[in-house]
């Protein structure tokens, strides 16, 4: 029997989890497009008058599908007869197949690392096969839309569906490994490169991408508010045409779910309104805050009554220019954070110059990415004046790099300076709150007291002034250190580490401490009176209650004034303790011993 290569269950492993990867794409494919066509069905089984067959319904929910990748379709069915594309692409429908791919991407790439190790080889692996699984749904889902209403173009496909199905595999892959800014600076320069491994550059372009972020995100919601407050302007006009367009339940609902595709759209055409540049209506009709121009070439949509009505622009329309202010400070603020993580500390602030650098870089990333969208949202809906609809990306671009960097970059500085000059007055408002944490304790042990006692009472009732064994000081309020429970209270941590060697405090109406004599022997346990045993020799007599008692002189006893106080709760006996108290006398006139027996020889003195 041969022996067998230890490199080949490797090889096949490797090769199993390429396979996998590959699957996963066809399957991330297809759940999407099986996804959209179930809707389509839906709608076409609910229609009362269906225009054709399920072949029909398949082709175009297929159409659709492809429609979400960036396809540009051709509709074949015009009026003139001549093809007319349909690129203006329902940003709402890309979420669900760039999110499919994004998680077939990553979990191969997970898997595979955990197999073979986070290698180089393992990630273009990963990339390639779920990339390759994809793309080959999409290319067989464009030869089956050939003979339906809306087919797709051939140049389309090679893009921007396939970087778009590339970039977004790419994403999945580098989540999986973490986000690392190594990969993604391959063909930078060596400087750059080494900048890259410090952590002072990685943390501040994990600002910048941030703020950059916050920025776009809010244009596009100064956007869709835009919107909004349009379509409540011209409420009756968005009705109209919303009815117009179909009359029965089936169309109703049809229209409203394209309209609703079509919100990052609309929010996005409000974004480029309010940075200046706006959008086109067609080759000869533009939409900006100053003036609307030009005859529009407005199909009849819902959202498209939103458009603001034809002439020079009011004040209300200047208004939108709010929009990229927010989005500007919304940029200064989150590289305000980064600067000076924490508000009045020096430690780790930035400088000014590289508050202004990771600003103006944030900025960027806001233009890059307003750019983009403004490219995906818009797109041509015919031939002829309906070739350009929607934003110009290389105006709306700019615009929001200069909004961004102009006011972006001075909020950002004064913003440092605000987190920074805080420390000069905030000394007071930290002051404030360390009292009044310091005098809540001494508030709830009033509130624990009875009526009438005093809190000083209160902590005599045990030993060491409270409950249980706290450590010296654990117990003491560190606000109201001169009142006077305060210092009785160190008085009872200092008395009780001491070990009995320190007098305790008396309460109101408690008699004085006995006085501490000289050191002496350790004391022996007193027995109490009624259980000292009496003599053997001479059993006490019964007293006679006529006779005068006759004054005997004993050995001297406690008097009132050293008589001793009340014995605490058992304690561990000290090092040094104070002498034995006096031994009271029997009444035969003999002291008894330690034991309790009377030592024949001594008795009292008469």
């Known amino acids: 029997m041969t022996e067998r290569s230890p490199m080949l269950p490797a090889e096949r492993s490797r090769s199993a989890a390429l396979a996998s990867a590959f699957v996963r794409g066809a399957l991330a494919a297809g759940l999407g497009l099986g996804s959209l066509a179930v809707l389509v069905m839906v ?45 203006t692409v329902p940003l709402l429908l890309v979420v669900l197949p760039m999110w499919l791919v994004h998680r077939a991407a990553r979990d191969s790439a997970e898997t595979e690392g955990e197999e073979g190790g986070h290698s180089h080889h393992s990630a273009v692996g990963a ?10 749904v999409v290319l067989a889902a464009a030869a089956y839309a ?50 890259a491994a410090r952590s002072g550059f990685r943390s501040g372009a994990a600002v910048a991408l941030r703020s950059a972020a916050a920025g776009v995100l809010m244009l596009l919601g100064g956007g869709a508010l835009l919107v909004a407050v349009a379509l409540v302007w011209h409420t009756g006009a968005a009705r109209e045409s919303f009815v117009g367009l179909a009359g029965d339940w089936a169309g109703r609902v049809s229209v409203l779910l394209l309209a609703a595709a079509l919100v990052p759209n ?16 067609g080759t000869a009709s533009l939409a900006t805050p100053l003036a609307f121009t030009g005859p529009p070439a407005v199909p009849d949509f819902p959202l498209l009554a939103a458009v603001p009505s034809h002439g020079p622009g009011t004040a209300a329309n200047w208004a939108a220019v709010a929009v990229p202010v927010m989005a500007a400070l919304a940029v200064a ?36 990415g307003a750019a983009v969208l403004a490219a995906a949202s818009g797109g041509p809906l015919g031939t002829g004046a309906l070739a350009e609809f929607g934003p110009v990306w290389w105006l709306v671009g700019p615009a929001a790099l200069v909004w961004t960097a102009v006011i972006g970059v ?15 007055w905030g000394w007071r408002w930290d002051a404030a709150k360390g009292e009044q944490a310091a005098t809540e304790p001494a508030k709830a042990e009033q509130a624990k007291t009875k009526p009438g006692e005093k809190p000083e009472q209160l902590r005599e009732k045990e030993p060491g002034g409270g409950e249980g ?20 209270a160190r008085w009872a941590a200092l008395r009780k580490s001491s070990g009995g060697l320190m007098a305790d405090f008396r309460a109101e109406g408690e008699a004085a401490p006995v006085p501490v004599a000289k050191p002496g022997p350790a004391p022996a346990p007193v027995p109490k009176p009624d259980q000292v045993p009496a003599p053997e020799s001479a059993p006490p007599a019964e007293p006679d209650p006529k006779a005068e008692p006759t004054p005997v002189r004993a050995t001297p006893g406690p008097t009132a004034e050293h008589r001793p106080a009340p014995a605490p709760e058992p304690q561990p006996a000290p090092a040094h303790a104070p002498d034995p108290a006096p031994v009271p006398e029997t009444p035969s006139g003999q002291v ?15």
Do not use: K, N
């Open 43 to 87: 709608l076409w089984i609910s229609s009362p008058y269906p225009d054709s067959g399920p072949a029909g319904a398949l082709h175009v929910a297929t159409g659709l599908w492809l429609l979400g990748h960036g396809a540009e379709l051709v509709r074949a069915d015009t009026v003139g007869g001549h093809p007319a594309p349909v690129a």
């Open 127 to 136: 990339f390639c096969a779920v990339s390759a699984g994809y793309l080959l």
């Open 146 to 195: 050939r003979d339906g209403s809306l087919p797709a173009d051939r140049a389309s496909l090679a893009f921007p569906v396939t970087f778009v199905v590339a970039g977004a595999a790419a994403a999945g892959v580098w989540a999986a490994r973490g986000r690392p800014l190594t990969p993604l600076l391959v063909w930078a320069p060596l400087r750059l490169q080494e900048a």
């Open 266 to 281: 609309a929010a996005m055409w409000g974004a480029a309104y309010g940075l200046g540049p706006g959008f086109a209506l």
């Open 333 to 368: 603020r989150f590289v305000a954070r980064g600067a000076v993580p924490v508000r009045g500390a020096r430690e780790e602030t930035w400088g000014q110059s590289r508050t202004a650098l990771v600003t103006g870089l944030a900025a960027v990333g806001c233009g890059a």
């Open 410 to 424: 001075p909020a950002a500085l004064l913003l440092r300076a605000w987190r920074l000059r805080e420390t000069r």
């Open 469 to 488: 064994d706290p450590e010296p000081y654990d117990f003491l309020s560190a606000g109201p250190w001169h009142e006077d429970g305060a210092r009785e």
């Open 592 to 606: 008894p011993d330690a034991q309790g027996h009377s030592e024949p020889g001594r008795e009292a003195a008469p």
